[in-house]
C-alpha cells in the first residue's frame, strides 16, 4: 500500500522554466512534508517541509504548496538550472501514538532533467 | 556531507550469507532509522532506534535485525540473504523524537550499495 504517491517517473524541463513535481498522500493522519533531493552516488538531502497548518512555503527558488482537502503537494522551482537535475523524493509523517518517531514515508521519487 | 557515516560503501556477497551493515550517526543525534531503496522503488522504511531503544518497525524482515548500542551507532544485520535483497540501504539520523514539540528532518548517510549474487 503507496501511502505516498509520485505518479511521474521523470521530467524534463529547459533551464530557466519553471519545474513543477507531483506528490499525492492517501493518510489523512500525514501533517508534515518534506522534499528531498537525491544526486547519484549520495543519500538524500533535505529540501523544503510544509506543516499541514500552511498551504504554501517559500525557500529561495523552492517553493512548496499543499492542498489538504485533494491530498496533493507539489514543488515549484524557479528558475530551473542544470545543478537541480537530481531524484526529488516527497516524504510524509503522521504524528506517532506517544509521538515516539519522526518516521517518515517516502514516495518513489522523479528524476528531473533540466537542460541546457 | 550530512555528518552521517556508513560502511561500507559497497558490498558483494552470495546467496545465504550474512552481512552486517553500520551507521554512525550525525554527532549528538540520538535517533537512528534504516531504510531500503530497491529498484524502482521509494525509500522504504525498515526501523528505528532512539537511544538504544527500539521505537518504530516498518516493512522489515524476520531476517534483518537492528541494534543501537550505547556509543548510538546503530548495526543493521542481514542473514539468509536472497537475490531479492539487493538494495541501497539507507541510514538516517535525527535528533529527538516529536514528544519533545518540534518535527525533525531526518539525515541520510550516502547508503550501503548491497548486491547479493
Known amino acids: 500500500d503507496q501511502q505516498v504517491k509520485q505518479n511521474s517517473p521523470s521530467l524534463s524541463v529547459q533551464e530557466g522554466r519553471i519545474s513543477i513535481l507531483n506528490c499525492d498522500y492517501t493518510?489523512?493522519?500525514?501533517?508534515?512534508f518534506l522534499w528531498y533531493k537525491k544526486y547519484p552516488a549520495e543519500g538524500p538531502t533535505f529540501l523544503i517541509s510544509?506543516?499541514?497548518?500552511?498551504d504554501k512555503n517559500e525557500d529561495g527558488r523552492f517553493t512548496v504548496f499543499l492542498n489538504k482537502s485533494a491530498k496533493h503537494l507539489s514543488l515549484h522551482i524557479v528558475p530551473s538550472q542544470p545543478g537541480d537535475s537530481a531524484v526529488y523524493f516527497c516524504a510524509a509523517s503522521a504524528v506517532a501514538r506517544g509521538g515516539a518517531t519522526n518516521k517518515l514515508i517516502f514516495g518513489t521519487g522523479t528524476l528531473l532533467a533540466v537542460q541546457p | 556531507d550530512s555528518g552521517v557515516t556508513q560502511t561500507p560503501k559497497h558490498l558483494i556477497t552470495a546467496t545465504g550469507q550474512r552481512v552486517t551493515l553500520r551507521c554512525s550517526p550525525r554527532?549528538?543525534?540520538?535517533?537512528v532509522y534504516w531504510y531500503q531503496q530497491s529498484l524502482d522503488q521509494g525509500l522504504q522504511f525498515l526501523i528505528q532506534?532512539?537511544?538504544?531503544?527500539?521505537?518504530a518497525k516498518g516493512n522489515i524482515l524476520e531476517r534483518f535485525s537492528a541494534q543501537q548500542f550505547p556509543d548510538l551507532h546503530s548495526e543493521l544485520n542481514l542473514s539468509s540473504l536472497e537475490l531479492g535483497d539487493s538494495a541501497l540501504y539507507f541510514c538516517?539520523?535525527?535528533?529527538?523524537?516529536?514528544?519533545?514539540?518540534?518535527?525533525?528532518?531526518?539525515?541520510f548517510g550516502s547508503g550501503t550499495q548491497l548486491s547479493v549474487l
Open positions: 510544509i506543516s499541514s497548518i500552511k
Open positions: 538516517a539520523s535525527s535528533s529527538r523524537p516529536f514528544r519533545e514539540g518540534r518535527r525533525e528532518k531526518l539525515f
Open positions: 532506534y532512539y537511544n538504544g531503544e527500539e521505537r
Open positions: 493518510n489523512s493522519m500525514f501533517d508534515y
Open positions: 554527532s549528538g543525534d540520538l535517533s
